[in-house]
Structure formats: structure tokens, C-alpha cells
């Protein structure tokens, strides 16, 4: 049984998936591309859907360009965009309301006062995000 390996990319602006076999030849990729949406100055979002539809047209590509299922996967690897944020409905998967992008500003001002207080250390501590 071949040991297949698929890596979902979700980027910024598009999302990705590559195949890759136990030697770490790729063996398909497709991608797919992403919107921002900016509602207003300084904000930039994205629509949950359209990155699931995005990933998924990815996946279904891919599957078919190597003729396989997902049951012929051994691992699958998962990378996302920075620090973009979605919160999801926890009885329903639904999501909340729209992604904030890595990109967005809107919290910049607070994000100022947070770090005047020293919480930048903390969450470099506790996530390894930089600010």
C-alpha cells in the first residue's frame, strides 16, 4: 500500500492542496483562488464558505488527478494564514461571523495598549506570536 500524504495550504489568497508520496514526490496539486473583502479602511475579512469551497474544489482536483479517495491517505497536514481568526457555533460547526485577516487593523489601537502593558511578552510566551 503506497503511503500517500496530503497537505492542505490555506493561504492568503488561495488555497492549495499537494500530494505527496513516501519519497516526498508530489504526485498531484491543485489551487484554488482566495477574496479578501475590506468593508472598510483598514479592514480586511473573508467569507468562511468561500475559503471551504475554495479548499475543497482543491481537494476534489487533486483526487481526481491521482485517481484516488480519501480513504488512500495515510496523514493528512494542515497550514493556515498567520493569525487570521474565525469563531465557529459549537452545536451547529456554522460559523459565527466572518474571518478577520492576519491584514486586518481594526484592533491595532488596542493591540497598542496591550502591548504598553507588557502583554506582548505573555503572548509570545504562551503562542510564539510576535508582535
Known sequence: ??????????????????LFDENGKIIAQANAPLACHYPQSGWVEQVPEEIWSSQRQTIEAVLAQAKLSMEDFSAVGITNQRESTIAWNRKTGDAIGPVINWQCRRTADFCEELKAEGFDRILKNRTGLVT
Open 1 to 18: 500500500m503506497l503511503q500517500i500524504i496530503m497537505a492542505l495550504d490555506q493561504g492568503t489568497t488561495s488555497s492549495r492542496t499537494i
